[in-house]
């Protein structure tokens, strides 16, 4: 895990630093990058989260903050109790933790600092997003390959007795441990 935090800042720098430089010299510009595919449009999303601009709620930013906090632990743990479950698919893992946890660190940094999200990619006519979003779902990609490979090479393998041992409930009460 300590070997990720570089790829970690790296990435929150990067999202930053575009940000910044679309801020103060592109926010009002309006480029055509694939005809009637994606546009590059800047806008600062105020809703703080994704669900809220789709329903045009402003979400608190206070509820952002404690979900950001929520969603840093619950991955974390889930980072922890894959590894004990399956070390071969480490890399996926790693993959996961780097780009969901660059996500939620942009998204706090949006949150605190922006008042929001500088959206600046359009798709098609349904949606802007920025880096922190693609980072999100690049992690979420890393997990469903960790699931689907731990699942064909690991899991439909065992017996009843070995499912059973790698119960999340038998890992807690272990003491939550590494492998």
């Not at 329903?55 to 952002?64: E, Q, S």
């Not at 929001?116 to 349904?126: A, E, Q, V």
């Not at 922190?132 to 960790?146: E, Q, S, T, W």
């Not at 807690?172 to 441990?177: A, L, V």
Request: proline share 3%; charged share 20%; hydrophobic share 55%.
């Amino acid at each position: 895990m300590k070997k990720s935090f570089p790829f970690i800042f790296g990435l929150i720098a990067i999202d930053q630093i575009i940000k910044l430089i679309i801020a103060s010299k592109f926010f009002d510009a309006d480029l055509v990058l694939l005809p009637g595919i994606l546009f590059f449009r800047p806008v600062q999303n105020r809703n703080l989260s994704w669900i809220a601009s789709l329903l045009d709620l402003k979400a608190p930013v206070l509820l952002m903050i404690a979900a950001q906090l929520f969603a840093l632990i619950i991955i974390y743990l889930s980072y922890r109790y894959f590894s004990y479950l399956w070390i071969e698919g480490k890399k996926f893992l790693n993959g996961m933790l780097i780009f969901i946890i660059s996500g939620i660190i942009c998204s706090f940094i949006d949150v605190v600092f922006w008042g929001g999200s500088l959206d600046f990619i359009r798709l098609f006519n349904w949606f802007t997003f920025d880096l922190k979003d693609i980072f999100l779902n690049m992690g979420v990609a890393f997990l469903l390959l960790f699931i689907t490979n731990y699942y064909i090479k690991a899991y439909h393998k065992m017996d009843r007795k070995e499912r059973r041992q790698t119960d999340i409930w038998i890992w807690i009460k272990k003491g939550m441990p590494n492998r």
